[in-house]
């Protein structure tokens, strides 16, 4: 127990993936920043962000880190030595996949890499979360609802979220489920599943 009362803090690596185009880095930075821009840049190399969230009393220091398109997630080690250095992908604490809900090839792509994790590493407790982003656009959806679910049923332990960046719409409950994902690892704190509305009003899991 530390002096303001909290556990000790505990280090944390979340990896962002997609393809080019689906809002990874504007996910990121309406959580850190609470900013968005319409301008789109291509990533064209990893990103480190570091903030400190608080939940259920426990401090956790993030690195969260957003990256560019990958042609493909690295099965062992020494592939990811040599084509993906410092990009910390065999080594992450959760991933979260980003997929374009107007973009069903997108969510192809999201599909391949997720399986690729699936079958490279052992992931029993290493949270995978599959994020629709693009929420505002839903009108123009490419991605039927159906293919989510049937996905997200094969392996029970991956959870679905949709959001919207631009609109910072469930972007605070994305990132409040996946450390309640971390947590319940590392402490056995039990995730529950709550109401966006109830998420943001009590925001328990708070950003410093």
């Known amino acids: 127990m ?30 850190v920043h609470h900013t968005f821009t319409e301008d789109y840049e291509p990533s064209d190399d990893k990103s480190f962000y570091f903030p400190s969230v ?21 099965s062992n080690s020494l592939q ?39 079958d490279s590493r ?3 407790d290493v949270p995978l979360f599959i994020v629709g982003n693009k929420y505002d656009l839903a009108d123009d959806r490419g991605v039927s609802r159906r293919d989510v679910i049937n996905m997200v049923k094969k392996h029970r332990k991956c959870i679905h979220v949709e959001c919207s960046a631009k609109y910072n719409w469930h972007i605070i409950f994305l990132f409040k489920e996946l450390m309640k994902a971390i947590d319940h690892i590392d402490y056995g704190h039990k995730p529950t599943a709550v109401r966006v509305q109830d998420a943001l009003r009590r925001n328990r899991c708070s950003i410093m």
Not at 16 to 25: D, E, Q, R
Not at 54 to 74: M, Q, S, T
Not at 88 to 117: G, W
């Open 2 to 31: 530390t002096s303001n009362g909290y556990t000790d803090h505990q280090k944390v690596t979340i990896v962002i993936l997609g393809a080019p185009g689906v809002g990874k880095s504007s996910i990121v930075k309406q959580f």
């Open 54 to 74: 608080i939940i259920n009393e426990h401090v956790y220091d993030l690195k969260i880190v957003d990256c560019p398109y990958i042609p493909y997630f690295p």
């Open 80 to 118: 990811e030595w040599s084509d993906f250095r410092g990009f910390n992908l065999r080594i992450a604490t959760a991933y979260v996949l980003v997929y374009d809900i107007t973009s069903e090839e997108s969510f192809s792509y999201m599909k391949a890499l997720r399986e690729q994790i699936l």
């Open 122 to 124: 052992d992931m029993h």
